[in-house]
């Protein structure tokens, strides 16, 4: 591509990041264009009327005005047309592996959203088996394709770009469910896994407090900008800039206001 495309994008997203990864990886971080969307207020009619309607982001806007989204869709697409280098595994069948791997994504996503959203105590230990049940699965896999290794191959491929924003998510559910990777054999080659992918260079565009901060109406019950009863801000906001907000409280179940949460300017 000789002029930019354009990502419309919310900067905190696991699937916009997923494509900064990417980039990070290609060595080409300025090759796009990103242009923030603010969650927290209606969607711009001009970019609606792009999306045909639908909210969903990253939305990629090519040059010439062509529009793409799902960011799997997007990564297979960067990884194609940006640069020489692909991540994706040059091999056929390493990149079916990868693609295997990739497909379990989206329901292990989803366990980890449930368990964080969750208001029911009941519901919680049931949603902390699920999701070890991912990691699980995930310590098998491993096991079979590399198990004397770091990554799924020699090393970060398309398959961490995939899952590690997913992993940093879920350091909320570290702080609001004190859930982590059990320290056991059956789960060794996984946890060598998800640290690696945490500690990657290319891999360092948010971090712990910024996630749990900006995630605390998710621990709520509320996603995507909607707002708890009893507040008028969500956490999302811009501003005032997470940096400069306390750190919410770890009970999810305990009520805090917009002052608690450093929201009111």
């Given at each position: ?31 796009l ?55 994706r595994?040059?091999?056929p ?19 980890g ?13 049931a ?8 990691y ?9 394709y590399?198990?004397?290794g770091?990554?799924?191959?020699d090393?970060f ?26 320290e ?6 996984v ?13 360092q ?25 009893g507040r ?21 179940f305990q009520?805090a ?9």
């Open positions: 591509m000789n002029k930019r495309a354009t990502i419309y994008h919310i900067p905190v997203c696991p699937f916009s990041q997923r494509l900064e990864i990417l980039l990070a990886l290609k060595g080409m971080e300025d090759a264009e990103f242009k923030v969307v603010d969650i927290t207020k209606p969607r711009d009619p001009e970019l609606l009327a792009k999306t045909d309607g639908t909210t969903a982001l990253p939305v990629l806007e090519t040059p010439d005005g062509e529009i793409l989204k799902e960011s799997l869709v997007l990564l297979t697409y960067l990884d194609e047309v940006l640069g020489s280098k692909q991540i595994r040059a091999s069948y390493k990149h079916a592996i990868e693609n295997l791997m990739i497909a379990n994504e989206g329901a292990f996503t989803t366990t959203y449930l368990f964080v959203m969750n208001q029911d105590d009941n519901e919680r230990a949603l902390r088996e699920k999701l070890l049940g991912h699980a699965d995930f310590n098998k896999f491993l096991m079979k590399n198990p004397d770091t990554y799924l191959f090393d491929g398309l398959a961490e770009t995939v899952y590690t924003p997913m992993f940093m998510r879920f350091w909320f559910l570290e702080y609001y469910e004190d859930f982590h990777i059990p056991t054999d059956d789960f060794a080659r946890k060598k896994w998800h640290s690696a992918c945490l500690e990657h260079p290319a891999a565009q948010v971090c712990k407090e910024e996630i749990v901060k900006l995630y605390y109406d998710y621990a709520r019950g509320f996603g995507n900008g909607a707002l708890p009863e008028s801000v969500s956490s999302f906001n811009f501003k005032p800039d997470w940096k400069h907000r306390p750190w919410p409280p770890q009970n999810k009520f206001s917009d002052a608690d949460l450093g929201l009111t300017q």
